[in-house]
């Protein structure tokens, strides 16, 4: 049984080998002219004003939360909506309320102002 | 007659006294007063009723209570405990008028404890069902809790906590030792029965009842208290107001050894016999230690405190000698206490109200003079307490002594110091209170009639005429509790063979008829 | 490329063993929808109003399709309806409403908005009441899930209560940890026996799969680490009292009767039907867990001054008392565990509407204190706390004797006879606490001295600290549920056999026990 997983086990070698060699051929065989502007994490545009201590507004997860949640949700109808011939009226029923609860849900969010930039 | 009526009324009257508004609160020392004495009556018309040549119990009442669980409530009453229950109705119509003759604090929920404390014993007195008693059994600590608790003195929270844990950790052993019974004895197919016939009829291994026979005896001994089960004794009675002590050391006492006689010998002979001799040493050793100990206190309390252990180490010589004569004398005994204990700390009460709530010997004294009326009735109360002659305790402590010495008589001869000993710890606390020079303490007034005599004159009558006519309890005892313990007597007689749970099967079946 | 399928057929739905969950389900959306609408009334009396209906309506609906004996697979065998999960969702429905009213005047109830409130409880019943009926692994880890996370959130629905936040992040990670475990178990059952549904695993184990097979004994193993975590089984309980503390009490009193009814009818479904046949490697660990939680409990349980810790610890022990239920794998102690689940609802109920009271009024808050003097100033709540007391401490003329009676019962029965002999011992340290609580009740001085002038003493009856809004009637709607359960502790105490003939339903829908 086990010997079904050596593919895997092949595979995970192969990929640590060739990624790792990369590296490090990189480390020995690459060129290094280094100065001040090159050292900064960005190579362009404004010098970054993030400190260690910044966070993000929680309104960027509420949001971020959300359109997962509906994201995810709606991605079921697909497969539905593609076979629904062979599910039958049933499955379009169970469908119909799977929408209403997530309009219902949407509804929610958005009275309860959670969708609002704060 | 129906046995539920005498039974539920203290329940019941306590239950309206309960229920009455704030403003009529008085009226509740009333409801239960008249609650205790329509027991009384009733119990009364049962002893004059009471057909004392039938061996089997009478006026039985018989439903199925938990049919699931083969709980049935089963109540009757032969000659076994036909006088405890007089005995019980008595003192707490007793106990019930002393109260009603002075303030309490909260008297609703007083009198409603008082009623459901009757209830609860009566109860474990009337019930012919295994787990009905230990409902009972458990039930008692709730009022009891609550009297010593709410209406004690001194350090009364930590005594009544410390009483309660005592008693009900040998009481939760009952309990499993209960179920244990009841579970293992049911046949296979057969119908689970905590009855107490029915568990007389079936058979249980022998190892099996030596360990249900210790959980039964831890509860019964805690309760009574036996020797070195006694530690929450001393605080309890210090805490304790009088009523309720009158109550705990004269009836709650004598439950741990009628449970002995009612359930353990007929149920459980084959292990009574095989640890008849440890009974015996516990009972002999409460003898001693609580006589010695009852004359070294400075409390009168304690003293007859110690004095009780003494008397029910006694009692359960009685039990245990397995003889017909010894278990008669135990039962006796049970009554004879339960009065004299409740005339002695009646008396204390008084004599503590004549000296600034005094109960040491060292502050009390040369009251006889002052309060002879007092003096007279605590001699009667001594005396029987020695067992004089004449005394109805002396016919039980005799009968005692007679079935140990017919059965195993080194424990009788040392019993019978302890009846020596009774007579010194007797007589130094009546002489300590009522003789030598005036204590300190000491204020000059007999005992008020209004307010003490009627509780203490039925008591001390009831005595006096158990001395004159004993006959009038052996009479109607002796046909049961020679059944009582016939099953276990002849597991002690027979020499140790291999037919042993045959016997055991075919003893009860005759105590039955 | 799109493949056409062969046209799947609708499963089979048995819509009348559905309605109570379409009905939770319909009252859970509206109750969200009617929380949207401001105004007073809606916010104070309508959504109440709503969520008793809709318990209301799914405990009705519980009852009508009640059948004695009758195993109904809905929904494809995904759920099954039988007198188990209809009576301990009884349980669910008792706590559901009881934690409605008694919230109605909670903090909580304002700091999160009454909508979402109702709306968190609603479906954490629903939840449960999945998990009663579950009848396969995946259905069994939904359900928990569904009554998990709303209650994560409902312990920090106190938010401006820094402890009820605590409680809730607390309950968060170790719930998540024990469901992860609680997965990765059930998985690993899936992975040895090779299907999902309890009676399918019954038949495998009995058949294909040997008992001593290791993947299935692991699975075993964290499975029953992970239930042991929601029921607080020691020594997985180390959150039970932090927990129980910080959060509002309406939910910590939901918490306590119906998670651990809910926990243990998983135990249940999953160690005395599917698992039964594995009985002899699973039971000697579960007689183990249930020793060190009785120990364990009770112990922790007797230097508590705070009523709620109190509380927590001595459920701990309490759920080791219903573990000997389910240790035993026998139809008498099935009943036994169902019989004590429905009393221990009656009790502890009882015990936290007190609390409840009490903490919104005292100086106090939940600690002992709070108690002091109850009998004399508030006998309607004293007498409901005292007798929760002894029902909990297992005094007769409670139902507490009598289920306790039936547990050690059950376990002499099963051959567990020293576990009721430990169920007894506990029952002895636990008098220590429960004794407390009645005496701080009843027994506190009789008088206080005032000051006065040397020589004349002069004295009170102690009353003091006691407002008009402490009086009992002042928050009719707890003392009334404190009445009710108290008085319901009596009277299945003195006649209990209703709940018998319910248990007596219940003994016979494990088929795995039956004959």
Not at chain 2, 189 to 202: K, M, T, Y
């Amino acid at each position: 049984m086990l010997q079904s997983y050596l593919p895997a086990l092949v595979f995970l070698v192969l990929g640590g080998a060739i990624g790792g060699a990369f590296t490090l051929l990189n480390g020995v065989l690459g060129p290094r002219r280094p100065n001040p502007v090159k050292n900064e994490p960005y190579e362009c545009g404004l010098p970054s004003e993030v400190k260690r201590s910044f966070r993000f507004g929680i309104s960027f997860y509420l949001i971020a939360m959300l359109f997962i949640l509906f994201d995810i949700e709606v991605i079921f109808l697909y497969p539905i909506a593609v076979q629904l011939k062979a599910f039958g009226v049933f499955a379009l029923v169970e469908t119909l309320v799977f929408i209403f609860l997530l309009l219902v849900a949407f509804v929610f969010v958005w009275r309860r102002g959670a969708l609002e930039w704060k | 007659m129906s046995l539920s009526i005498p039974l539920f009324i203290p329940l019941a009257s306590g239950l309206l006294a309960m229920l009455l508004p704030r403003g009529a609160a008085w009226l509740a020392r009333q409801l239960v007063l008249g609650g205790t004495f329509a027991t009384l009556f009733y119990v009364v018309a049962m002893l004059v009723d009471f057909d004392s040549s039938a061996k089997g119990l009478q006026w039985v009442t018989r439903e199925n209570w938990i049919e699931t669980l083969g709980i049935h409530y089963s109540l009757g009453v032969d000659g076994l405990n036909l006088f405890l229950i007089a005995v019980t109705a008595l003192l707490f119509t007793v106990c019930a008028l002393w109260s009603a003759l002075r303030e309490w604090d909260r008297p609703r929920l007083y009198y409603f404890n008082l009623g459901l404390a009757e209830t609860a014993v009566l109860g474990a007195f009337m019930a012919q069902d295994l787990a009905l008693f230990v409902v009972f059994f458990d039930l008692m600590l709730v009022p009891f809790y609550f009297l010593i608790g709410v209406w004690g003195r001194g350090e009364r929270v930590q005594a009544t906590t410390k009483f309660v844990i005592y008693t009900l950790v040998g009481s939760l052993l009952m309990l499993a030792g209960a179920i244990a019974l009841g579970v293992l004895s049911t046949p296979d197919g057969g119908q689970i029965s905590f009855e107490l016939a029915d568990l007389q009829r079936r058979t249980l291994g022998h190892g099996t009842q030596v360990w249900i026979f210790l959980l039964f005896a831890a509860a019964f001994l805690v309760k009574a208290p036996a020797f070195p089960f006694h530690g929450w004794m001393p605080d309890t009675y210090r805490a304790t107001p009088t009523p309720v002590l009158v109550l705990l050391s004269g009836i709650l006492s004598k439950v741990g050894a009628y449970g002995f006689l009612r359930i353990v010998l007929p149920i459980l002979p084959g292990a009574s016999s095989t640890l008849q001799e440890l009974m015996l040493v516990i009972a002999v050793v409460s003898i001693l230690y609580g006589s010695v100990m009852a004359f070294s206190q400075d409390d009168a309390r304690l003293v007859v405190g110690y004095s009780s252990i003494a008397q029910l180490g006694f009692i359960t010589l009685g039990i245990f000698a397995l003889d017909p004569k010894g278990a008669q004398g135990a039962v006796i005994q049970m009554v004879n206490h339960a009065l004299v204990v409740a005339g002695l700390f009646f008396v204390i009460a008084v004599i503590a109200g004549r000296s600034r709530e005094s109960e040491s010997l060292e502050r009390l004294g040369g009251l006889a003079l002052r309060a002879p009326v007092l003096a007279a009735l605590f001699l009667i109360v001594a005396l029987a307490t020695l067992a004089m002659p004449g005394s109805p305790n002396f016919v039980g402590e005799i009968l005692i002594l007679f079935g140990a010495f017919d059965e195993k008589i080194v424990y009788g001869l040392v019993a019978s110091a302890g009846v020596a000993l009774a007579a010194v710890y007797a007589i130094r606390l009546y002489q300590r209170t009522m003789h030598n020079r005036v204590g300190p303490d000491v204020e000059p007034g007999d005992l008020s009639w209004r307010l003490d005599m009627p509780a203490i004159a039925p008591v001390v009558l009831v005595l006096l005429a158990l001395a004159l006519y004993p006959q009038f309890v052996l009479h109607r005892t002796e046909a049961t509790t020679t059944t009582k313990i016939a099953a276990a007597a002849a597991k002690s007689h027979q020499t140790p063979g291999p037919d042993r749970t045959a016997s055991s099967a075919g003893a009860p079946d005759q105590s039955q008829k | 490329m799109i493949l056409p399928l062969a046209d799947v057929p609708a499963p089979h739905i048995d819509y009348k063993g559905l309605s109570p969950l379409i009905a939770l389900v319909g009252g859970t959306v509206l109750v969200l929808m009617a929380a949207l609408l401001r105004g007073r009334f809606v916010q104070r009396s309508l959504l109440p109003l709503l969520t008793l209906g809709t318990l209301g309506a799914a405990m009705g609906l519980s009852i009508w399709v009640w059948s004695p004996g009758d195993h109904r697979p809905i929904v494809e065998s995904a759920l099954e309806v039988d007198a188990l999960a209809l009576s301990l969702s009884l349980v669910f429905y008792v706590a559901g409403i009881a934690t409605v009213l008694l919230a109605h005047r909670s903090a909580a109830l304002s700091d999160a908005g009454a909508g979402e409130y109702y709306t968190l409880l609603l479906s954490s019943v629903t939840g449960m009441v999945l998990l009663a009926e579950a009848a396969n692994l995946i259905t069994l880890f939904v359900g928990i899930e569904l009554l998990s996370i709303p209650l994560y959130v409902l312990c920090a629905s106190q938010v401006r209560r820094r402890a009820s936040l605590e409680a809730g992040l607390k309950y968060l990670v170790i719930g998540s940890v024990g469901s992860a475990t609680l997965l990765y178990g059930l998985a690993l059952i899936y992975g040895a026996a090779g299907t999902t549904s309890f009676a399918g695993i019954d038949r495998a184990l009995g058949d294909t799969v040997s008992l001593s097979d290791p993947l299935l004994l692991t699975g075993i193993a964290l499975a029953c680490a992970g239930l042991a975590f929601k029921a607080s089984v020691a020594p997985f309980h180390q959150w039970t009292p932090d927990v129980y503390q910080g959060a509002p009490t309406p939910v910590t009193a939901f918490m306590a009767v119906a998670t651990k009814a809910a926990a243990f009818a998983i135990f249940l479904r999953l160690f005395d039907s599917a698992l039964l046949s594995a009985q002899f490697q699973w039971a000697p660990a579960l007689a183990a867990l249930a020793t060190i939680t009785i120990v364990v409990g009770n112990v922790g349980a007797i230097a508590q001054d705070s009523l709620k810790r109190m509380l927590a610890w001595s459920g701990v022990a309490q759920a080791g008392y219903i573990l000997a239920g389910v240790v035993v794998g026998t139809q008498k102690g099935l009943e036994a565990t169902v019989f004590y689940l429905l009393v221990y609802l009656l009790m502890n109920v009882a015990a936290f509407a007190v609390v409840i009271a009490r903490e919104r009024v005292s100086e106090w808050g939940d600690g002992m204190r709070a108690l002091e003097g109850l009998g004399r100033a508030a006998p309607w709540l004293a007498w409901p706390m005292t007798i929760a007391m002894l029902a909990l401490a297992g005094f007769p003329a409670t139902a507490g004797f009598i289920g306790k009676f039936y547990l050690i019962d059950a376990a002499v029965d099963g051959d567990y006879a020293w576990l009721g002999v430990v169920i007894v011992a506990g029952s002895m340290i636990s008098l220590v606490y429960y004794l407390r609580v009645v005496a701080v009740m009843w027994m506190g001085p009789m008088e206080v001295r005032l000051p006065s002038l040397p020589g004349r003493p002069r004295t009170a009856k102690p009353v003091g600290g006691w407002s008009p809004e402490a009086d009992a009637w002042a928050q009719p709607e707890v003392t009334l549920v404190a009445v009710a359960c108290a008085a319901a502790t009596m009277f299945f105490g003195i006649w209990p056999n209703p709940l018998f003939d319910l248990v007596a339903d219940v003994g016979t829908s494990l088929a795995s026990l039956v004959g």
